[in-house]
Protein backbone atom coordinates (compact mmCIF):
# COMPACT_ATOMS: atom_id res chain seq x y z
CA UNK A 1 0.00 0.00 0.00
CA UNK A 2 3.05 2.26 0.76
CA UNK A 3 5.08 1.58 -2.17
CA UNK A 4 1.60 2.12 -4.16
CA UNK A 5 0.91 6.00 -2.75
CA UNK A 6 4.69 6.62 -3.14
CA UNK A 7 4.61 5.73 -6.83
CA UNK A 8 1.12 7.36 -6.98
CA UNK A 9 2.79 10.60 -5.54
CA UNK A 10 6.19 10.29 -7.76
CA UNK A 11 3.78 9.84 -10.60
CA UNK A 12 1.87 13.01 -10.37
CA UNK A 13 5.87 14.78 -9.36
CA UNK A 14 7.15 13.65 -12.65
CA UNK A 15 4.01 14.76 -14.31
CA UNK A 16 4.30 18.33 -13.06
CA UNK A 17 7.88 18.50 -13.38
CA UNK A 18 7.74 17.45 -17.10
CA UNK A 19 4.80 20.02 -17.77
CA UNK A 20 6.76 22.77 -16.21
CA UNK A 21 10.17 21.92 -18.43
CA UNK A 22 8.05 21.98 -21.46
CA UNK A 23 6.17 25.35 -20.63
CA UNK A 24 10.01 26.64 -19.51
CA UNK A 25 11.33 25.49 -22.72
CA UNK A 26 8.49 26.81 -24.60
CA UNK A 27 10.38 29.66 -27.34
CA UNK A 28 8.18 33.29 -26.10
CA UNK A 29 7.73 33.98 -30.10
CA UNK A 30 6.31 37.56 -29.53
CA UNK A 31 8.25 40.35 -30.39
CA UNK A 32 6.54 42.20 -27.83
CA UNK A 33 4.20 42.73 -25.52
CA UNK A 34 2.46 45.46 -23.61
CA UNK A 35 0.42 46.00 -20.63
CA UNK A 36 -1.80 48.31 -19.28
CA UNK A 37 -3.44 47.91 -15.22
CA UNK A 38 -5.00 49.24 -12.64
CA UNK A 39 -4.18 48.24 -9.37
CA UNK A 40 -3.45 49.62 -6.53
CA UNK A 41 -0.67 50.05 -3.30
CA UNK A 42 -1.08 47.58 -0.87
CA UNK A 43 1.05 48.73 1.87
CA UNK A 44 1.02 52.16 3.61
CA UNK A 45 4.30 53.58 4.91
CA UNK A 46 4.83 55.39 8.05
CA UNK A 47 7.39 57.92 9.43
CA UNK A 48 7.45 60.89 11.78
CA UNK A 49 9.19 64.45 11.39
CA UNK A 50 10.29 67.16 14.13
CA UNK A 51 10.84 70.68 13.58
CA UNK A 52 12.01 73.27 16.54
CA UNK A 53 11.55 77.16 16.49
CA UNK A 54 12.74 79.98 18.97
CA UNK A 55 9.62 81.72 20.73
CA UNK A 56 9.32 83.73 23.25
CA UNK A 57 13.21 82.95 24.10
CA UNK A 58 13.02 79.39 24.39
CA UNK A 59 12.62 76.92 22.12
CA UNK A 60 8.98 75.52 20.81
CA UNK A 61 8.98 71.75 19.51
CA UNK A 62 6.14 70.44 16.99
CA UNK A 63 6.12 66.59 16.36
CA UNK A 64 3.96 64.87 13.27
CA UNK A 65 3.30 61.33 12.47
CA UNK A 66 2.79 60.32 8.91
CA UNK A 67 0.70 57.39 7.37
CA UNK A 68 1.13 57.73 3.48
CA UNK A 69 -2.11 55.24 3.11
CA UNK A 70 -2.74 52.60 0.39
CA UNK A 71 -4.68 53.80 -2.77
CA UNK A 72 -5.18 53.12 -6.09
CA UNK A 73 -2.55 52.82 -8.82
CA UNK A 74 -1.85 53.08 -12.84
CA UNK A 75 0.80 51.34 -14.51
CA UNK A 76 1.67 50.42 -18.05
CA UNK A 77 4.41 48.88 -19.22
CA UNK A 78 6.38 47.52 -22.28
CA UNK A 79 8.54 44.17 -22.75
CA UNK A 80 10.53 43.83 -25.90
CA UNK A 81 12.03 40.18 -26.39
CA UNK A 82 15.91 40.42 -27.09
CA UNK A 83 16.46 36.56 -27.63
CA UNK A 84 14.94 33.77 -26.41
CA UNK A 85 12.55 33.96 -23.60
CA UNK A 86 14.98 36.74 -22.27
CA UNK A 87 13.45 40.56 -22.65
CA UNK A 88 13.74 43.99 -21.19
CA UNK A 89 11.52 46.41 -20.85
CA UNK A 90 10.27 49.41 -18.83
CA UNK A 91 6.86 49.96 -16.53
CA UNK A 92 5.45 53.19 -15.38
CA UNK A 93 3.41 53.53 -12.50
CA UNK A 94 1.73 56.47 -10.61
CA UNK A 95 0.31 56.05 -7.08
CA UNK A 96 -1.41 59.05 -5.06
CA UNK A 97 -2.97 59.88 -1.98
CA UNK A 98 -4.75 62.07 0.69
CA UNK A 99 -3.82 61.51 4.50
CA UNK A 100 -4.02 63.00 7.53
CA UNK A 101 -1.08 63.49 10.80
CA UNK A 102 -0.75 63.66 13.77
CA UNK A 103 0.76 66.82 15.34
CA UNK A 104 1.67 66.81 18.89
CA UNK A 105 4.10 69.36 20.46
CA UNK A 106 4.77 72.29 23.04
CA UNK A 107 4.94 76.15 23.29
CA UNK A 108 7.32 78.03 25.62
CA UNK A 109 5.06 80.25 27.91
CA UNK A 110 4.99 83.66 27.16
CA UNK A 111 5.63 84.90 31.01
CA UNK A 112 8.10 81.88 32.71
CA UNK A 113 10.77 79.92 31.75
CA UNK A 114 10.60 76.05 31.62
CA UNK A 115 7.00 75.79 31.29
CA UNK A 116 6.09 74.78 28.28
CA UNK A 117 2.75 74.05 27.07
CA UNK A 118 1.26 71.19 25.50
CA UNK A 119 -0.66 71.15 22.51
CA UNK A 120 -2.38 68.26 19.74
CA UNK A 121 -3.97 68.43 16.69
CA UNK A 122 -4.07 67.36 13.09
CA UNK A 123 -2.77 68.27 9.77
CA UNK A 124 -5.83 67.19 7.43
CA UNK A 125 -5.48 65.87 3.74
CA UNK A 126 -1.95 65.69 3.19
CA UNK A 127 -0.65 64.83 -0.21
CA UNK A 128 1.55 62.09 -1.37
CA UNK A 129 2.44 61.16 -4.87
CA UNK A 130 4.76 59.08 -6.32
CA UNK A 131 5.71 57.96 -9.97
CA UNK A 132 8.17 55.09 -10.62
CA UNK A 133 9.81 54.05 -13.52
CA UNK A 134 11.11 50.18 -13.41
CA UNK A 135 13.21 49.19 -15.67
CA UNK A 136 13.47 45.36 -15.90
CA UNK A 137 14.79 42.17 -16.79
CA UNK A 138 12.77 39.56 -17.66
CA UNK A 139 12.60 35.51 -18.60
CA UNK A 140 9.32 34.80 -19.74
CA UNK A 141 7.50 32.06 -19.50
CA UNK A 142 4.81 30.96 -22.21
CA UNK A 143 2.26 28.43 -23.63
CA UNK A 144 0.66 28.84 -26.83
CA UNK A 145 -2.62 30.66 -24.02
CA UNK A 146 -0.79 31.88 -21.18
CA UNK A 147 2.92 33.41 -20.27
CA UNK A 148 4.50 34.64 -17.40
CA UNK A 149 7.36 37.53 -17.28
CA UNK A 150 9.55 37.21 -14.27
CA UNK A 151 11.22 40.41 -13.92
CA UNK A 152 13.32 42.66 -11.36
CA UNK A 153 16.24 45.45 -11.77
CA UNK A 154 16.49 48.91 -10.81
CA UNK A 155 13.52 51.65 -10.26
CA UNK A 156 13.82 55.62 -10.48
CA UNK A 157 11.38 57.12 -7.94
CA UNK A 158 10.03 60.67 -8.04
CA UNK A 159 7.93 61.20 -4.99
CA UNK A 160 6.17 64.25 -3.70
CA UNK A 161 5.39 64.81 -0.08
CA UNK A 162 3.47 67.15 1.64
CA UNK A 163 4.93 67.93 5.25
CA UNK A 164 4.52 69.92 7.96
CA UNK A 165 6.71 72.60 9.01
CA UNK A 166 4.97 74.59 11.57
CA UNK A 167 1.30 75.04 13.11
CA UNK A 168 -0.73 77.91 13.86
CA UNK A 169 -1.94 78.38 17.30
CA UNK A 170 -4.22 80.97 19.72
CA UNK A 171 -3.57 82.08 23.47
CA UNK A 172 -5.29 84.00 25.76
CA UNK A 173 -4.43 85.43 28.77
CA UNK A 174 -3.28 83.93 30.89
CA UNK A 175 -1.69 82.41 28.43
CA UNK A 176 -1.16 78.87 30.49
CA UNK A 177 -2.89 76.94 27.51
CA UNK A 178 -2.44 76.96 23.40
CA UNK A 179 -4.57 75.56 21.22
CA UNK A 180 -3.78 74.07 18.01
CA UNK A 181 -5.81 76.04 15.31
CA UNK A 182 -3.93 74.61 11.89
CA UNK A 183 -0.78 72.95 10.19
CA UNK A 184 1.58 75.26 8.04
CA UNK A 185 2.76 72.50 5.52
CA UNK A 186 5.19 72.54 2.62
CA UNK A 187 5.39 70.17 -0.62
CA UNK A 188 9.08 68.57 -0.63
CA UNK A 189 9.98 66.64 -4.12
CA UNK A 190 12.64 64.09 -3.89
CA UNK A 191 14.11 61.58 -6.74
CA UNK A 192 15.85 58.74 -5.89
CA UNK A 193 16.89 55.07 -7.48
CA UNK A 194 15.65 51.70 -6.08
CA UNK A 195 14.43 48.14 -7.32
CA UNK A 196 11.81 46.15 -8.37
CA UNK A 197 11.19 42.39 -8.78
CA UNK A 198 7.01 41.29 -10.07
CA UNK A 199 5.45 38.74 -12.01
CA UNK A 200 3.20 39.65 -14.98
CA UNK A 201 0.48 36.69 -15.55
CA UNK A 202 -1.13 36.91 -19.66
CA UNK A 203 -3.95 35.01 -20.79
CA UNK A 204 -4.36 35.41 -24.57
CA UNK A 205 -7.76 35.51 -26.25
CA UNK A 206 -6.73 36.25 -29.56
CA UNK A 207 -3.30 36.28 -30.97
CA UNK A 208 -2.81 40.38 -30.45
CA UNK A 209 -4.50 40.51 -27.38
CA UNK A 210 -5.46 39.26 -23.96
CA UNK A 211 -5.70 39.73 -19.89
CA UNK A 212 -3.70 39.83 -17.26
CA UNK A 213 -2.67 40.93 -13.63
CA UNK A 214 0.90 41.83 -12.26
CA UNK A 215 2.34 41.40 -8.73
CA UNK A 216 5.30 43.71 -7.78
CA UNK A 217 7.47 44.82 -5.11
CA UNK A 218 9.44 48.36 -5.24
CA UNK A 219 11.22 50.13 -2.58
CA UNK A 220 13.26 53.26 -2.37
CA UNK A 221 14.33 55.01 1.02
CA UNK A 222 14.48 58.74 0.67
CA UNK A 223 15.20 61.80 3.02
CA UNK A 224 13.54 64.74 2.51
CA UNK A 225 14.61 68.35 3.33
CA UNK A 226 12.28 70.59 6.71
CA UNK A 227 13.30 74.03 7.32
CA UNK A 228 13.68 73.73 11.44
CA UNK A 229 14.07 70.11 11.56
CA UNK A 230 17.63 69.16 12.30
CA UNK A 231 18.01 65.95 10.32
CA UNK A 232 16.09 64.86 7.06
CA UNK A 233 12.56 63.37 7.43
CA UNK A 234 13.48 59.45 6.02
CA UNK A 235 10.62 57.60 4.04
CA UNK A 236 10.09 54.50 2.29
CA UNK A 237 8.84 54.45 -1.40
CA UNK A 238 7.20 52.06 -3.17
CA UNK A 239 5.87 48.62 -1.44
CA UNK A 240 3.58 45.81 -2.25
CA UNK A 241 1.39 46.49 -5.75
CA UNK A 242 -0.90 44.63 -7.31
CA UNK A 243 -3.16 45.11 -10.43
CA UNK A 244 -4.92 43.86 -13.55
CA UNK A 245 -5.93 44.93 -16.86
CA UNK A 246 -5.45 44.18 -20.55
CA UNK A 247 -2.34 42.82 -22.35
CA UNK A 248 -1.26 43.56 -26.14
CA UNK A 249 0.99 41.40 -28.07
CA UNK A 250 2.73 42.08 -31.15
Partial sequence: MRATVLIGVTAVGLAIGVRTAE?????WSD????????????????????????????????NTSYTAAKGKLFDGGF????????????????????????????I??????????????????????EFAANVQAAYVIT???????????????????????????????PYDTVTFTSA????VDRTKVGFNVGADFGYKLSPNFGLG??????????????????????ADAGGLQAGGGVRFYF
Fill in 23 to 27: AQVTR
Fill in 31 to 62: RARVSINVGAQLTSTTFTSTTSFPVYLETSTI
Fill in 79 to 106: LYRLSGNFGIGVDLSFYSERHDAGVTGS
Fill in 108 to 129: PHPFFFTTPRSFNGTAAGLQRS
Fill in 143 to 173: SRRYDIAISGGPTIFRVSQDLVSNIVYTETY
Fill in 184 to 187: TTVS
Fill in 213 to 234: GVVRFSRASLSFPLTGSATDVN
